[in-house]
Structure formats: structure tokens, C-alpha cells
């Protein structure tokens, strides 16, 4: 069993339009994280999330953004209003405390046509 | 924030040659991962190594965690190991993953 699962695999929408993207990861993580990666650069930062709110975000993670784990086993990222900006690989990761690894989801791949 | 650098930013080798990948980063760090990105995009994780030499296969990774760098090496590549070579480091103050800019490997057949 994967240590974190991300759906949808490829999600198209339309400008304007809101998506959800999901990860579950297992019980045991405390530590979660959204990552973008626009094709053919570098992996970038969005944000983390302990203790059921948001730890630190980036620049990128403006008010369009938002994150929620609201059972307790799906952690989500919401992007209110797309803009062909957005279009992405988003990746999902969780971890432990310390010095444990994180582990990466396989990625949602984002186009805003 | 703490900085990641990679280096060579590309990388082309003959099917069977040896490489060196290095990463530097600027501060403490209570994790570093390399990762392998495969054609699909996937992120796979190779080596968790804050400190120390691990090997796998044909893979090793060595991190001097006081001298802040980290290097993975590559020997006898073969074609299959085509694809962006990523570090990452996670910060000892805040818990966060920091990626580099990657290494783009080719090795031809």
C-alpha cells in the first residue's frame, strides 16, 4: 500500500472554474505538504500543515489557495479560481517528525485550458 | 529560507560510464532525499540519507551533513537512468522540504 495516495491522477478544467485535488496519506504522518511543479522546472513549495492548520506557505499560496484535512484522512487543496497559470504537476507528501523521509504522491497533473 | 544547489545542471554520458551528482545546501538540515523523476513525472524517492553512505545497486549516496553537501553517484549507467535528478532537504527550524533546481541526466545508448 502506497504511503500516499493522490486523486486525481489528471484533472483538465476550465478557466475560472474551482478544482479539488486529494491526497490521503496513511494514519501515522503529522507533517503535510502541497508541492507545484510547472513542466520542465524545478519542484516548488506551496505549503505545510501540522496539528490541523497551516505550519508555513509560500508566496505562490495566495488567497486562491486553500487547504483542509477535515476528516482526519483526506488532506486537500482547493484552487478557487483557475488560471491557465495553474496548470501543473501538484504533488502531495506527508511525514513524520524529525529525521524520517517524506514520502511523495505519484502527482495530479493540472491543466486550466 | 535554506538554499539548494545542484550541479551539473545537465549531464550527458555514454551508456556504461560513471557519474557524480552534488548537491550544497545552505543551513542545518534534519532530512536531505535524492529523487529520481521518472518519464510519468513520478517523484521516486532513492535515498533518504541525512548523513552518511548508502548504497542501492548501482546507486550510492554519501551526505557530510557538517560541510553541507551531499553526492550521488552512478555507476555503469544505463538508458533507463535518463530523467531529472532532484535533492531535497528538509530545514531544521521549520520542518520544510526544499527542493533543488535538479540535474538532467542523458545517457545514450
Known amino acids: 500500500e502506497p504511503e500516499v495516495t493522490q486523486t486525481p491522477s489528471h484533472q483538465v478544467t476550465q478557466m475560472g472554474q474551482e478544482v479539488i485535488l486529494r491526497c490521503v496519506p496513511i494514519?501515522?504522518?503529522?507533517?503535510f505538504y502541497w508541492y507545484r511543479q510547472i513542466l520542465g522546472q524545478k519542484v516548488e513549495f506551496l505549503v505545510s500543515f501540522y496539528n490541523n492548520e497551516i505550519s508555513e506557505k509560500s508566496e505562490i499560496f495566495d488567497d486562491q489557495f486553500s487547504v483542509e484535512r477535515p476528516d482526519g484522512s483526506n488532506f486537500t487543496l482547493k484552487i478557487r479560481s483557475t488560471k491557465l497559470e495553474d496548470s501543473a504537476m501538484y504533488f502531495c507528501?506527508?511525514?513524520?517528525?524529525?529525521?524520517?523521509?517524506?514520502?511523495f504522491g505519484n502527482g495530479t497533473r493540472l491543466t486550466v485550458t | 529560507g535554506i538554499q539548494v544547489e545542484q550541479s551539473p545542471p545537465d549531464l550527458i554520458l555514454q551508456e556504461g560510464a560513471n557519474s557524480t551528482l552534488r548537491c550544497n545546501f545552505s543551513d542545518s538540515v534534519n532530512n536531505l532525499q535524492w529523487f529520481h523523476q521518472n518519464p510519468w513525472g513520478q517523484l521516486i524517492n532513492l535515498f533518504y540519507i541525512p548523513s552518511g553512505t548508502k548504497q542501492n545497486g548501482r546507486l550510492s549516496a554519501t551526505t557530510v551533513a557538517t560541510e553541507r553537501y551531499s553526492l550521488l553517484y552512478i555507476s555503469s549507467s544505463q538508458t533507463t537512468d535518463s530523467g531529472v535528478y532532484f535533492c531535497?532537504?528538509?530545514?531544521?527550524?521549520?520542518?520544510?522540504?526544499?527542493f533543488g533546481a535538479g540535474t538532467r541526466l542523458t545517457v545514450k545508448p
Open positions: 507528501a506527508a511525514g513524520g517528525q524529525g529525521f524520517s523521509p517524506l514520502h
Open positions: 531535497a532537504v528538509l530545514e531544521w527550524l521549520n520542518n520544510d522540504m526544499r
Open positions: 494514519s501515522n504522518h503529522l507533517y
